[in-house]
């Protein structure tokens, strides 16, 4: 199994995180994710190796800016 952490920014509540997970766990692969407003953490478990564009892509599109932290 594979574990990454990102960083995202403009995350402030309960929804903003639920964004960001909905999005993220429609990538093929996917198996967990766990975001933290508080912290800012993404932390994306997955079956295979992940390509950090597709989880760029995914929390863009939930209108936020992740970095691999």
């Known amino acids: 199994m594979n574990t990454t952490t990102y960083a995202v920014?403009?995350?402030?509540?309960?929804?903003?995180e639920g964004s960001v997970r909905a999005e993220v766990a429609k990538i093929d692969g996917v198996t967990a994710v766990d975001v933290s407003a508080?912290?800012?953490e993404l932390v994306v478990s997955s079956d295979i190796a992940l390509d950090d564009d597709a989880i760029f892509a995914a929390v863009d599109e939930a209108g936020y800016s992740a970095v691999r932290a």
Do not use: V
């Open 38 to 40: 508080a912290s800012g």
């Open 9 to 16: 920014t403009g995350m402030t509540c309960g929804h903003c």
